[in-house]
């Protein structure tokens, strides 16, 4: 009887380890579903303009650490002129060149226009698996392909400047108009997120 028990303890177990091995192997997204999520014709552009920089769906570290060591990615310093990146919880602070050096100058401009202020960068480049752990604590998450997953993407909070978390209509006013300078200019395509008091924007391989 006892060895019995042994058996089926030692099945059960087996079991258990085969299902967390799974778990931990398996992605926590279905590509095709992923993949059959039509974009807004708002957000088209924004995709198009990812698309252009020959990088492929970024689908886990492994993904991004691939561009890294080929240089096609730029580590984001944590501050720079103009700009802070807050902690990044569900984003990599890697940029393809051009999102890096056009974050880089949207910064300054910013800085100057407004006597030496600072924006903050919310969220930059994510892979299909953060995005997986995003939406589990933000319903609002993309569930389509996002530009985020191309390295060329990355969001500015509209509520939280120097640091302080607070409507702030005059530092709102000026950070737009540098968003529409770059826009003008044919680098940049720019969203307003009004659910996440952000702007989402997008650098075009100009």
């Not at 492994?62 to 561009?67: A, F, I, N, P």
Request: aromatic share 12%; with cysteine.
């Amino acid at each position: 009887m006892k060895k019995f028990l042994c058996v089926v303890f030692a099945y059960v177990l087996h079991g258990i380890c085969y299902a967390q091995a799974a778990q931990k192997t398996l992605p926590c997204y279905d590509l095709t579903e992923v993949l059959r999520v039509e974009p807004t014709l708002l957000y088209k552009p924004h995709l198009d303009a990812s698309k252009s920089f020959g990088v492929k769906i970024l689908k886990d570290s492994k993904t991004v650490q691939k561009y890294i060591s080929n240089g096609k990615f730029h580590k984001i310093k944590k501050s720079g002129t103009g700009y802070r990146v807050e902690k990044l919880d569900y984003s990599r602070a890697y940029m393809v060149s051009k999102g890096k050096i056009t974050l880089e100058k949207m910064g300054a401009r910013f800085s100057k226009e407004t006597k030496g202020n600072v924006f903050t960068v919310s969220s930059i480049t994510r892979t299909l698996e953060d995005q997986c752990r995003l939406r589990r604590v933000n319903s609002n998450a993309a569930l389509g392909i996002s530009s985020h997953n191309y390295g060329n993407s990355f969001d500015i909070s509209y509520v939280r400047f120097n640091g302080v978390l607070k409507h702030n209509p005059k530092m709102e006013a000026a950070l737009e108009k540098v968003l529409k300078y770059y826009y003008d200019l044919g680098k940049i395509y720019y969203i307003k997120e009004k659910q996440q008091s952000c702007y989402h924007i997008t650098v075009k391989n100009y």
